[in-house]
Structures are given as C-alpha cells and as structure tokens.
C-alpha cells in the first residue's frame, strides 16, 4: 500500500507548544473520570476552543494526541468518540500531513545504535532508487516512546553521502530528519511516498525489538522526494505487532 503525504499549509507557533499538553490532559480525565463515557462524544472543535481559549489549531493537536492514546477515534462528520477509558499500550499514529510525521519525531526518542558508510547496490539500490556504488550513509536506530524501555521499532535512516554531517547528528535533535535538511541545505521535501507491508521477524529483528522469531512485523518505508523525484532520504521501520496501530482517512474527492 503507497500513501503520498504532502507538506501542510499551517504550522504551531511557538507560543501554543505547552497548550495542547493542558488541553490534552483535562480531556483525559474527563475520560478517565467518566465525565464522557465510552461510546459518548467529546465537544466539538468549536467547543473546545472557547472552554480553553485556544487555537483550532492547539486542540486538534491535543485531540491528535487522545487520538494516538487510542482513547478516541475521529472522523469527519462524526466528531471525536470516545473508544477507551484507558490507553491501550499501543502507539497509534496517525498521518495526514508532513507535519504529523514532524510530530511523531519529536514525541519519540531516537536511539542511535551504528552509523555507516556504505556503497548501495542490489535490493539495497533498488530500496534506494539509486544507481549501484552510489555512496549513502546508514544509520541504524531503535524508536522509543518516553518513559518506556520497549523499543516502539527499529528504524533504518538511509542519506545521501553527500548529507553525512546530518547522519552522524541523528538522535541529537528532536526533530524530524528531514526538517534538518530542509533547513542546513535549503532543500524542500515535495512528497512523501510511504509503502507499508508485513513480515515477520528474522533473528535480528527479534532481537532488537526483543520479541520472537517469527512475530508478525509491520515495516513502514517512506521515501522523501524532491521536486525532481530525488530521495533525500529513506527511512524504513519495522514495528512488532501489538505496539503500533497506523491509521489513516481517506475522503472522496468527487
């Protein structure tokens, strides 16, 4: 399955980043109390921004975040209901915008396990879209929610040999890798083109994300491309089955 995710339009300032965290926080309880109950509705946008004085913006990020909890599910027209009382342990991502995957980076922590220099060629090439003994850099990294020691997935980050200097910074800075060459070389990420498809795990996999052999495994591969088609960059994960739930909306265009 390929899912094209294109640049959003609009961006948090600075002075709404603490927001969403009370928002997302009072909401919770309200869950968690029984305030609404599973199956209920919350307020509505529109009724959140006045309870809290708040951006559209800042509440659906807030509401993004319930969202990624499992404790509510949105669709358009329908609001956001209530599913669970409790998270469910999972991760749940859900991706509509370059900025969500920008958020994703910042709201999990990188764990850098080896960096390398490597001349691609074979089915490494043909992952890459490069010409064989094109020179990439590969970093190898474990992706972990804050406060937990289960890693979220194994993550390879695969640049140009050309953007070294930002390979060798990964897990560094809390943000997205792409953000960082966007913004060191003035370069701008057009597209994303994401595949997603399941394996199971082989012994390495197993052992880096510490589950058996042969557990199911959902691997993300995304592809971040220029305005001529170039990949910037190529990052694939692979997540154990049960830790991460990816979701997605899709709306009829005509």
Not at 47 to 66: D, G, H, I, N, Q
Not at 175 to 191: C, D, F, H
Request: proline content about 5%.
């Amino acid at each position: 399955m390929k899912a094209a995710v294109r640049p959003a339009s609009v961006r948090p300032s600075a002075a709404e980043g603490p927001r969403f965290q009370e928002i997302l926080d009072a909401l919770r309880a309200d869950i968690s109390d029984g305030r609404v109950g599973v199956g209920e509705r919350l307020p509505t946008e529109q009724e959140l921004c006045l309870r809290f004085s708040a951006s559209r913006y800042t509440v659906r990020e807030a509401l993004r975040r319930l969202q990624d909890l499992g404790l509510i599910a949105r669709r358009q027209g329908s609001g956001s209901v209530v599913t669970a009382a409790r998270p469910d342990g999972r991760f749940h991502n859900t991706l509509s915008s370059l900025a969500e995957i920008g958020q994703y980076a910042s709201s999990t922590r990188l764990e850098v396990l080896a960096v390398e220099k490597i001349l691609v060629e074979g089915r490494t090439a043909e992952l890459l879209r490069s010409q064989p003994d094109t020179p990439w850099v590969r970093v190898v990294a474990l992706r972990r929610q804050p406060g937990e020691r289960t890693p979220l997935c194994y993550t390879e980050v695969f640049l140009p040999a050309a953007f070294d200097d930002v390979a060798q910074a990964i897990g560094t800075f809390p943000v997205a890798v792409y953000a960082v060459l966007e913004s060191r070389y003035g370069l701008r990420i057009e597209e994303v083109v994401q595949s997603i498809e399941a394996t199971s795990a082989d012994a390495n996999l197993a052992s880096r994300l510490s589950v058996e052999v042969g557990t199911p495994i959902l691997v993300v591969i995304r592809h971040y491309l220029d305005a001529e088609g170039n990949a910037l960059e190529v990052a694939v994960s692979s997540h154990a089955a049960g830790r991460y739930r990816y979701e997605m909306t899709l709306q009829r265009s005509g």
